[in-house]
């Protein structure tokens, strides 16, 4: 199946997570419960903007967190046809369809907020433990 993946990438995430723990193991859990919470907005996004004919689509779309960071995605195998467009060929006539970008947007869309919220995020926990 075909696995779209879009994610916001944070350089130095994975080192981040690594000192945190060094500081206190439950930081680096604090920042992934938070990762997870936007992950899950953005998954919603997505969901609410893919094109609806039976809905399956955007029940398809997940989310995922890891230590590099989080991802909305979908294994739907029509997924990426519909996100990026191309050509299928049902019955042997070709149907072209439009890309519709519903992940890459709602990824798109809420970057700059993904990256203020790690920022807050890292603030509170900086804060909780002294370091300001």
């Not at 989080?70 to 519909?82: E, F, I, L, W």
């Not at 798109?108 to 990256?115: G, I, S």
């Amino acid at each position: 199946m075909a696995r779209d993946n879009l994610s916001v990438k944070v350089d130095g995430l994975a080192k981040l997570r690594r000192d945190l723990k060094a500081i206190d193991k439950d930081l680096g859990k604090s920042l992934t419960d938070h990762l997870r919470e936007i992950a899950k907005e953005v998954r919603d996004e997505a969901r609410s903007r893919a094109p609806r004919k039976t809905g399956a689509l955007a029940s398809s779309i997940k989310h995922s967190v890891r230590a590099r960071g989080a991802s909305v995605y979908s294994n739907s195998p029509y997924a990426n046809v519909q996100e990026w467009g191309g050509t299928i060929r049902p019955r042997g006539t070709p149907i072209e369809i439009r890309g519709r970008h519903f992940i890459y947007s709602a990824v798109d869309d809420h970057t700059d907020r993904v990256k203020a919220e790690l920022e807050r995020s890292l603030d509170v926990i900086a804060d909780r433990n002294g370091f300001h």
